[in-house]
């Protein structure tokens, strides 16, 4: 059974063709789709929350509209894993004598840092009074201070360039706050940003540890863990205190799984959120898996966001009621894109050498075979026929 899994997880790999293409775009490719996904995401969740969707009438709000986004992106989940066939990376267990898609503890554990992001973003951009261009600020902002920190825990090396813009993304972050009503903001929008920038603490920690190799199987087996975890944590994040009924927010949570669902207007374009964020999870994830530091990859992500929130923010204005930016948003914006530029520059200013690492030491090509083992976490990826028959006439059962 054991070599029969091993045997379709090549199979898998062999006959799809979108194996070698979903990686392939390159790093600018991946970004201009980061790009065509995020403003319809962003734009969907804050005309949802200010109630300007055809036919729903009212404001829908952030927890209420959460479950049907959980499960547009679970519905999505399992479609693209089978359209790129890269199920025969995922890490399984036998369970009762049967095989099934488990992840290892650690990858658990990076799907858990995942839902928590994907969770809050889209509450941070249902508050009401708080157009997209603050929120965002502080969240690219936010993640962009984190960059250098989270190098220098992990022992990357962390270029001048970044001290640079980790400066330049406190200014922007200054003045986006200087734009926004505390009130309006409250408390659950500060926790929700905190908890953002949490995850990506954890995600981040975690990636470094046993992905962003350079080497394609490890990194498509983390991709493919984290993504068949992600979702289900999302979702269970909205039915836990939903069931429990915690407080109003658990209430909130609960309508959104028994009379937001039944609500077709309105759950058409929450499923939507969902659908737009699993092509968001596919695009980011893969720009973050550059080996490169993150002081490289992060800005690559996030000046994709930051362009696509100030085009759904100015085509909300046009479509709808919903009020332009004000001109703090728009100067906080021009340091954030400052600090992206200062961040890109010296990858930018050598297009003919190889990506710059900050991995000082060397790695085996295939760094899960002896006398290297797999990164902590990630499972061997499947042997090929050929290495499983020749283990086979040399190893005992």
């Given amino acids: 059974m054991v070599r029969e899994g091993r045997e379709q997880g090549t199979r ?27 403003v319809p995401y962003s734009a969907l969740v ?6 300007e969707v055809l036919g729903v009438g009212e404001p829908v709000g952030g927890l209420v509209m959460l ?5 547009g992106q679970l519905a999505a989940m399992p479609l693209v894993l089978s359209a790129v066939g890269w199920w025969g990376y995922a890490h399984r267990r036998t369970i009762r004598g049967r095989r099934v898609v488990l992840p290892t503890a650690t990858m658990l554990w990076a799907g858990f840092w995942m839902a ?20 965002l600020l502080l969240m690219r902002g936010g993640v962009l201070v984190l960059c250098p920190v989270v190098d220098l825990v992990r022992r990357r090396a962390v270029q001048p360039a970044s001290w640079v813009a980790l400066v330049l993304s406190l200014t922007a972050v200054t003045v986006a706050l200087g734009d926004v009503d505390g009130y309006a903001l409250g408390l659950g929008g500060a926790l929700s940003v905190g908890a953002y920038l949490v995850g990506y603490v954890g995600r981040f920690t975690i990636m470094s540890g046993v992905a962003k190799t350079g080497d394609p199987e490890v990194d498509r087996r983390y991709f493919v863990d984290e993504h068949v975890a992600a979702p289900v944590f999302v979702l269970l994040l909205c039915a836990v205190p939903a069931v429990a009924g915690v407080g109003a927010w658990g209430a909130e949570l609960r309508e959104g799984f028994t009379g937001f669902l039944l609500t077709p207007p309105a759950v058409v374009p929450a499923f939507a959120v969902g659908i737009c964020y699993e092509a968001l999870f596919v695009f980011g994830t893969w720009i973050y898996l550059d080996r490169r530091e993150y002081t490289w990859a992060v800005p690559v992500n996030r000046c994709s966001s930051l362009l696509a929130g100030l085009v759904s923010a100015f085509a909300l204005t046009a479509l709808t009621d919903v009020p332009l930016p004000g001109d703090a948003q728009l100067v906080a914006y021009v340091f954030v894109l400052a600090a992206v530029a200062v961040l890109a520059w010296p990858g930018l200013a050598r297009p003919g050498r190889p990506p710059r690492s900050s991995v000082t030491h060397a790695r085996d090509p295939r760094p899960w075979t002896t006398p290297h083992p797999a990164p902590s976490g990630i499972a061997p990826p499947p042997r090929s026929t050929h290495e499983s028959h020749a283990n086979d006439r040399s190893t005992p059962p």
């Fill in 12 to 38: 898998a790999r062999r006959q799809h063709p979108g194996v070698r293409a979903a990686a392939g775009l390159g790093v600018l490719g991946l970004a201009a789709a980061y790009f065509a996904a995020y």
């Fill in 46 to 51: 804050k005309a949802l929350s200010s109630g």
């Fill in 67 to 71: 479950p049907a986004a959980a499960l």
């Fill in 116 to 135: 928590l992001i994907i969770s809050t973003t889209t509450l941070n951009y249902s508050f009401t009074g708080v157009s997209i261009l603050p929120m």
